[in-house]
């Protein structure tokens, strides 16, 4: 086979370009720290690479979304515990005011602190996230969703009303799970319950217009049994259809000597005609401090409501009690009835009464908000506690990824420094080798 010296020269120059190509890619890896450089140096390691870095990325927008979540809920939670403080201040000061030994001077004054409570709470309501939307307007993040309203022909102080929503802004925090990074004002301002949280008391009145005449107070009242309530509250024949459902404990003397009677007081929302009071009762001796069981003796067998209530002092003739389901009342309406309550002058001993029964129903439903804030927060502090193991297994699956990237595409370095010494001693030896064979010709032996 005959070889020309072009062939020679050629060949010895491919080899050369190879060996400088090879060392070139040995120094790039060596810079960069990296095994694959393009997809062609290990194909099915470099989408595999593509598969976990793509994993990655999707678990990285979860921790950011961990984090958002876990910074708003952090703020939720600091606003709440300044709300618990705020009442269980506006509740001292209610039983401070409560004592009937205070003039209406006194009284007022507490008032006048207590309306600066009132405007603390409306800003707490009102506070933002960092971003600058509501925390507490559901879905309507840039609507301020508590809003103080003039005085009204029926009432002469000014109320708050909600002009968010029950939404809720969910945040996916992982693969299956959603989870809201705010609370609704609606659930922790507007929707306390009254009384004890299933039924209020009050005092009813001694005929139109009049107030009870006597000294006897009734108390917040106990469930005994929340099946019996429900049951007793959903039975329409019991009620006879009505709406507005309540049971009225009426007093009576004769010959000084002191009774009360159960009646089914219930009325019928307007323009509907109202009811008159029915007795579900018998006539029943009364002694001060008594509990009054709540019962319906008139169906077979007697309906037990599963509740009670004791009534201390001495009603007089015409007295009345009321027991009704409890309604939902905004801590911003219980603060203001509160201190309308205040101003209004005590210079009686009827208005002293009826002033400790109001005063004692207002400190029940303080007590209902103060419990209602505590449910909210057992409910944001458990969605920080999800949050935290969360962001825990978002931390260690980080690792694993960055682990399994490492060995897929991270270089060996002892290997690759061998590699590259020895295509650089092989790159010289061509190199050597092409000089030698181009020196070779036949006029040096003529």
Same mark, same amino acid.
């Given at each position: 086979?005959?070889?020309?010296?072009?062939?020679?020269?050629?060949?010895?120059?491919?080899?050369?370009?190879?060996?400088?190509?090879?060392?070139?890619?040995?120094?790039?890896?060596?810079a960069?720290?990296?095994?694959?450089?393009?997809?062609?140096?290990d194909?099915?390691?470099?989408?595999?690479?593509?598969?976990?870095?793509?994993?990655?990325?999707?678990?990285?927008?979860?921790?950011?979304?961990?984090?958002?979540?876990?910074?708003?809920?952090?703020?939720?939670?600091?606003?709440?515990?300044?709300?618990?403080?705020?009442?269980?201040?506006?509740?001292?000061?209610?039983?401070?005011?409560?004592?009937?030994?205070?003039?209406?001077s006194?009284?007022v004054?507490?008032?006048?602190?207590?309306?600066?409570?009132?405007?603390?709470?409306?800003?707490?309501?009102?506070?933002?996230?960092?971003?600058?939307?509501?925390?507490? +307007?559901?879905? /309507? @993040?840039?609507?301020?969703?508590? *809003?103080?309203?003039?005085? !009204? $022909?029926?009432?002469?102080? %000014? &109320?708050?009303?909600?002009?968010?929503?029950?939404?809720?802004?969910?945040?996916?925090?992982?693969?299956?799970?959603?989870?809201?990074a705010?609370?609704?004002?609606?659930?922790?301002?507007?929707?306390?319950?009254?009384?004890?949280?299933?039924?209020s008391?009050?005092?009813?009145?001694?005929?139109?217009?009049?107030?009870?005449q006597?000294?006897?107070?009734?108390?917040?009242?106990?469930?005994?049994?929340?099946?019996?309530?429900?049951?007793?509250?959903?039975?329409? +024949?019991?009620? /006879? @259809?009505?709406?507005?459902?309540? *049971?009225?404990?009426?007093? !009576? $003397?004769?010959?000084?000597? %002191? &009774?009360?009677?159960?009646?089914?007081?219930?009325?019928?929302?307007?323009?509907?005609?109202?009811?008159?009071?029915?007795?579900?009762?018998?006539v029943?001796?009364?002694?001060?401090?008594?509990?009054?069981?709540?019962?319906?003796?008139?169906?077979?067998?007697?309906?037990?409501?599963?509740?009670?209530?004791?009534?201390?002092?001495?009603?007089?003739?015409?007295?009345t009690?009321?027991?009704?389901?409890?309604?939902?009342?905004?801590?911003?309406?219980?603060?203001?009835?509160?201190?309308?309550?205040?101003?209004?002058?005590?210079?009686?001993?009827?208005?002293?009464?009826?002033?400790?029964?109001?005063?004692?129903?207002?400190?029940?439903?303080?007590?209902?908000?103060?419990?209602?804030?505590?449910?909210?927060?057992?409910?944001?502090?458990?969605?920080?506690?999800?949050?935290?193991?969360?962001?825990?297994?978002?931390?260690?699956?980080?690792?694993?990824?960055?682990?399994?990237?490492?060995?897929?595409?991270?270089?060996?370095?002892?290997?690759?420094?061998?590699?590259?010494?020895?295509?650089?001693?092989?790159?010289?030896?061509?190199?050597?080798?092409?000089?030698?064979i181009?020196?070779l010709?036949?006029?040096?032996?003529?």
């Amino acid at each position: 086979m005959r070889i020309s010296t072009t062939q020679i020269y050629a060949a010895g120059l491919v080899g050369m370009e190879q060996n400088q190509s090879q060392v070139l890619k040995l120094q790039n890896r060596i810079a960069s720290g990296r095994r694959i450089l393009t997809p062609a140096d290990d194909p099915v390691a470099a989408a595999r690479v593509l598969e976990v870095t793509q994993t990655k990325d999707v678990a990285a927008e979860y921790a950011r979304n961990q984090g958002d979540a876990s910074n708003r809920l952090g703020m939720i939670d600091d606003q709440l515990t300044a709300l618990t403080d705020l009442l269980q201040s506006v509740r001292s000061r209610t039983v401070q005011a409560a004592n009937t030994v205070l003039s209406d001077s006194d009284r007022v004054a507490i008032a006048t602190e207590l309306q600066a409570r009132l405007d603390e709470m409306l800003g707490i309501a009102n506070s933002r996230s960092a971003e600058g939307d509501y925390l507490f +307007s559901g879905y /309507q @993040g840039t609507a301020i969703p508590f *809003v103080r309203t003039a005085a !009204s $022909s029926t009432s002469t102080s %000014s &109320s708050v009303a909600y002009f968010g929503d029950d939404g809720e802004r969910l945040l996916q925090v992982s693969p299956s799970q959603q989870l809201a990074a705010n609370i609704a004002g609606s659930d922790l301002f507007m929707n306390v319950r009254e009384g004890n949280g299933n039924f209020s008391t009050a005092a009813g009145g001694n005929g139109p217009g009049l107030p009870n005449q006597g000294t006897g107070m009734i108390d917040a009242g106990s469930l005994l049994d929340r099946q019996k309530w429900q049951g007793a509250l959903n039975n329409d +024949s019991l009620w /006879q @259809g009505s709406s507005q459902r309540e *049971v009225q404990i009426r007093f !009576s $003397s004769v010959a000084g000597v %002191s &009774s009360y009677q159960l009646f089914d007081a219930s009325t019928n929302a307007p323009p509907a005609a109202p009811l008159a009071p029915r007795a579900i009762g018998p006539v029943q001796s009364f002694t001060p401090g008594q509990t009054i069981p709540v019962v319906n003796s008139t169906t077979t067998p007697p309906t037990d409501f599963g509740a009670q209530v004791v009534i201390d002092g001495s009603p007089v003739d015409g007295d009345t009690f009321i027991v009704k389901p409890s309604a939902n009342k905004s801590m911003f309406q219980t603060v203001q009835e509160m201190l309308d309550l205040l101003r209004s002058p005590v210079d009686s001993g009827t208005a002293r009464t009826a002033f400790s029964v109001q005063m004692q129903a207002h400190l029940n439903n303080l007590d209902q908000a103060l419990a209602n804030v505590g449910r909210v927060q057992a409910t944001v502090g458990a969605r920080l506690q999800v949050l935290d193991g969360l962001s825990s297994s978002s931390s260690a699956l980080d690792v694993q990824y960055q682990q399994t990237l490492s060995g897929l595409q991270d270089l060996d370095y002892a290997q690759a420094i061998s590699d590259f010494t020895r295509q650089q001693t092989s790159l010289e030896a061509a190199q050597k080798s092409f000089v030698q064979i181009a020196g070779l010709s036949l006029f040096k032996y003529l």
